[in-house]
DNA sequence: AATGAATGAGGGTTCATTCAT
DNA sequence: TATGAATGAACCCTCATTCAT
């Protein structure tokens, strides 16, 4: 991804790739991939549709990219986390409030997710990146689990991918659900107390479910 | 929805709009709102796309009446649903069960509610009859939870909304992120064992968020 | 056109054509032929698309009944006026009120005939009847011109043809341009007063015209 | 409409608008707004309907331009009219012959502003640029009424705004409405010797209206 | 590197009309 | 007499994409 071209021009071009790329993530996690349509990513970019064309030669292709960056940024963000071991339980509130948190601040992960879901993972089947980012998923939880382990607090028989989606699940079912539980169950869920007071309970939620 | 029709000719009818219905339930969920397209829902309902507009004047009218016929057919099943209350802790796995099944029985619930949330709910809002469907969302959790208290077996400090919420969580990311977590993870989750296995876990940990 | 059925359903009959043909005279005059919506009109006639089939056999007919229809009343208007001859100048000056007056409270007239023109006047060709109720166009004008000029107050080289074209040209084209015309000289010649006076100064044209 | 571009791909991109342009005034007149199809524009452009959209944004974008542009050819054969004032007669005569041969010349003029006048003017009003062009429409009129009244053979109480509807009124209605007088008075008007009797009729007739 | 011009396929929708009762 | 159901063609318009500079 990263260019090393030196010279202004190429430079530019970086750039106008970048807010290609930037925008194209905008517009597809707000109107899905059928909906996203290349003169709005255009318009937004400061560029013209044929650009796009000229640097991802597709539709397809772009949306494959912005795929390959979102999951980049979040493997990025996860692999940036640094967790006390000291205290496991702690940290393992830490873990799921670093989840919770990425997810709120970057809706267009858990949009662009759903979308590419919608399609059954057409897109990523299709990209030779993906493959090479994924399997580092459990990285983070893994040592977490080993020290909580070793401390007598967590019991012996966790199952870290399960542990690893439960706190997936309830982070993520929360914030990308937000629209329609707000209308089905006729609760503000998007109120920074109620959210705030969700992520209590999922904490404790984890930590019930690990303990001893 | 029911028609009070009699005549051979009026049934019909009534059997053409079904077609549309079905046929335009499953495209949407395949394809999402803006993939979906009228021509693919005309075919799949061997009918013709002017008929659809007979039935229901426009793209958007036939997706908030397939959301709503989608609603419709969880609150349902919700409602024959009879738990015994006898053993709380039996009960509310039952009922996990029952979400878990609904869930993966009806993929096409998952996928519309995906697809409305891409939308913010905009549909939703639209919709007259939906905003009276919702409300008894708790209607099975609450007296579970009640008896499982009266039984001293349930914490009291329960809140109803976010046992609800998790078991909805737990259930619903599961099965709408499969393909993504499949690519992501390197496993295999569609596999019925582990579906079973996920199924026990979730059960396990729900009733240990409410245990005392 | 006038029907000789006596029945109580027969008459219901009568009702119905009668009301879709007021109603297609209004939306053609309004809309055009091709603008002109069957659906309009049978929503207008508190009838149903059907109906206009059954009574009329196709869109084009029943434009052509609306043609002859319209026609026929100006026909039945003229026939109807009698004009002292005594003084040629007054029986003039009213003629040309009552041509004035006709086409303003029937723009649909107007507007019709210039419907009509668009397509030259292909309708009318295909009507049997339209060319029966041709050809008493001048006899109003004639006899009023004839003792005009027996009393010596006329030319006696009018050309009765173009006497007639000069004051329908004078009538029609004020109230058929009225919309382009105001936006173009910037006058409001839609004003009863600014009618008022066209009338008058168009009386008086008409008589320069013709006197000796 | 005046173009500043150089280059021979704008030069070509100039004539394919021009050649829709084109297009879409004969469609327009032939087939009114409504009955104007696209695909008939682009088929006679030699383009595709894409372009259309690719210039004029819409059908009814279009339909204004097509507006503004015959406003503005019959406003330039206007300005490029002069008229010797010597004779105010001579030039008045030529000023009737004038918008006489150009309604004639240019029927799509007629059968435009009819279409327009169906629509009561919703067109003109939406465009900013017609508004501008109007105004100059006496400009030609009102010194060869002052020149007479000047050489003392025109009376005085001429009403300008009259006398210029009612030289449009002859040479408009016509023109305008041939087919129909045709059909209705069985005569053809539009013989070349009928046309030139009623030129010389309404030359006749409008100086005979402000002649002393 | 960047961009206007051009395209064909297909999008949702509406049309006049006919079928069947 | 009257009317809902059904239809195919066509309408305006938009889509992702390529051409040519």
Redesign the interface.
């Known amino acids: 991804m990263a260019t090393r071209n030196t010279g202004v021009r190429a430079q530019q071009a970086d750039e106008t790739r970048a807010r290609i790329l930037k925008a194209a993530i905008r517009v597809f996690s707000q109107?899905?991939?059928?909906?996203g349509r290349i003169e709005k990513i255009s318009r937004l970019a400061k560029s013209n549709d044929r650009m796009i064309y000229y640097y991802f030669k597709s539709k397809e292709q772009l949306f494959i990219q912005v795929l390959e960056h979102t999951?980049e940024q979040f493997n990025l963000a996860e692999a940036k986390q640094r967790f006390e071991l000291d205290c496991a339980s702690t940290a393992l509130t830490q873990l799921v409030a670093f989840v919770w948190d990425y997810y709120f601040k970057h809706p267009e992960f858990v949009?662009i997710?759903?979308?590419?879901?919608?399609h059954?993972?057409r897109h990523?089947?299709k990209s030779a990146n993906?493959?090479a980012l994924?399997?580092q998923?459990?990285g983070n939880l893994a040592p977490i689990i080993r020290a909580g382990q070793a401390q007598g607090r967590f019991r012996e028989d966790i199952?870290l991918?399960?542990t690893?989606?439960?706190i997936?699940?309830?982070c993520?079912?929360?914030l990308?659900?937000?629209?329609?539980?707000?209308?089905?169950?006729?609760?503000d869920l998007s109120a920074p107390q109620a959210r705030e007071?969700?992520l209590l309970?999922?904490q404790d939620?984890v930590l019930?479910?690990v303990a001893k």
């Open positions: 109107d899905g991939y059928s909906g999951y949009s997710l759903n979308t590419e879901n919608l059954k993972a990523s089947r993906l493959s994924s399997g998923a459990l199952d991918t399960h690893y989606l439960m997936s699940s309830l993520y079912f929360y990308s659900n937000l629209h329609t539980l707000c209308a089905f169950l006729g609760q007071r969700w309970y999922i939620q019930r479910g």
